[in-house]
């Protein structure tokens, strides 16, 4: 049984990090342009589920920031080496507690054709002062969309990597 592209990614991605970083296996996200990997770090000494939520949030803030800045060094060895293998850019994140950062990921351009009822709509955006431009109010919908359908959003992916899983398995041409 062949392994998905995303699961040859995430196993790559995982064997390279060192064991130190992150308190449980990193999120591995792979699309067209881009890996995103986040690692959950320790919570630091003397942060309970007693402390207040923002002195909480503040000690996150502080634990990420060593992080991202005391393995900045290796982060750019593993990402040129997967941008190599993989010819797609690495991003990195982290998170700790209730809070999570991503350090560098990029805003890929995506070309789309519209009919006038959905430049309509894009339009009132823009007019209503919800957005400045077309382009940041088709960003605006798409992530309404991707929050108010993740659950039908994950199941297509699920339905979708089987579908890969099962081309793989098949009969070669």
Do not use: Y
């Not at 040129?80 to 797609?88: G, I, L, V």
């Amino acid at each position: 049984m062949g392994a998905t592209e995303q699961e040859q990614i995430t196993a790559w991605v995982r064997g390279r990090l060192p064991e130190a970083w992150f308190t449980e296996p990193a999120s591995v996200e792979v699309d067209r342009e881009e890996i995103v990997v986040v690692g959950r770090l320790a919570l630091p000494d003397g942060v309970t589920e007693d402390t207040p939520a923002e002195e909480a949030r503040e000690a996150a803030i502080g634990r990420i920031t060593r992080f991202r800045e005391e393995t900045r060094e290796d982060r750019i060895r593993i990402a040129r080496e997967a941008e190599r293998r993989f010819d797609r850019k690495v991003a990195w994140g982290a998170a700790c507690g209730s809070t999570r950062a991503l350090f560098t990921n990029i805003a890929a351009p995506v070309m789309t054709r519209l009919r006038q009822p959905e430049r309509q709509v894009l339009d009132t955006l823009v007019e209503a002062g919800v957005a400045r431009s077309r382009a940041e109010a088709l960003s605006w919908c798409v992530k309404l969309v991707g929050e108010h359908a993740e659950d039908w959003l994950e199941q297509l992916r699920e339905a979708m990597t089987s579908v890969q899983r099962l081309r793989t398995e098949g009969p070669q041409v």
